[in-house]
């Protein structure tokens, strides 16, 4: 009997820990802005898309044709899009790629145009298409803010 004690004890003190965190991830929920775009993975495997209304302790309310209104216990995982566009990110890579170009030209143009040769096309076109490259690839996509706990997850399984 005690052994049984022990093993409830040490399985709920493994799952506290998830269950704590579990309110704290739940209050980035609540705290977006109204028309934020999320996506909202649900417990029987579907996807849900559209704009946040509002959320409480025990349910989510977005806004895609009409209102609809999830129940937290069945929320996996929310995610909302990343505030700076695919287009914006290149944009901003392409920029940061030209100052680096211009660094680079400063310095190693005058080396090559001692030698007869300008390097000025290359080093700036270089810096643009690889600050616009990198910039276009990172970041994209939806950043999770709230995703329930695996125990927790497991145990609403059972």
Same mark, same amino acid.
């Given at each position: 009997?005690?052994?049984?004690?022990?093993?409830?004890?040490?399985? =709920?003190? %493994?799952?506290?820990? &998830?269950?704590? &965190?579990? %309110?704290?991830?739940?209050?980035?929920?609540?705290?977006?802005?109204? !028309?934020?775009?999320?996506?909202?993975?649900? @417990?029987?495997?579907?996807?849900?898309? !559209?704009?946040?209304?509002?959320? @409480?302790?025990?349910?989510?309310?977005?806004?895609?044709?009409?209102?609809?209104?999830?129940?937290?216990?069945?929320?996996?995982?929310?995610? /909302?899009?990343?505030?700076? @566009? /695919?287009?914006?990110?290149?944009?901003?890579?392409?920029?940061?790629?030209?100052?680096?170009?211009?660094?680079?030209? %400063?310095?190693?143009?005058?080396?090559?145009?001692?030698?007869?040769?300008?390097?000025?096309?290359?080093?700036? +076109?270089?810096?643009?298409?690889? +600050? =616009? !490259?990198?910039?276009?690839?990172? +970041?994209?996509?939806?950043?999770?803010?709230? @995703?329930?706990?695996?125990?927790?997850?497991?145990? %609403?399984?059972?």
């Amino acid at each position: 009997m005690k052994r049984i004690a022990l093993i409830v004890g040490a399985l =709920a003190m %493994a799952v506290l820990p &998830g269950v704590a &965190g579990d %309110a704290g991830q739940w209050n980035r929920v609540r705290r977006l802005h109204a !028309g934020t775009r999320i996506a909202i993975d649900l @417990s029987d495997q579907r996807r849900v898309e !559209g704009r946040f209304a509002r959320a @409480s302790e025990a349910d989510l309310t977005y806004q895609a044709s009409r209102e609809f209104t999830v129940r937290r216990a069945d929320i996996i995982r929310v995610s /909302r899009r990343p505030r700076l @566009s /695919r287009t914006v990110r290149t944009l901003l890579g392409a920029a940061i790629g030209l100052g680096g170009g211009a660094i680079v030209n %400063a310095t190693l143009g005058a080396r090559f145009a001692n030698e007869g040769r300008d390097i000025t096309a290359v080093t700036l +076109g270089g810096g643009v298409a690889i +600050g =616009a !490259g990198i910039g276009a690839i990172t +970041g994209s996509g939806y950043k999770i803010i709230y @995703s329930t706990p695996p125990a927790v997850t497991a145990l %609403a399984a059972k």
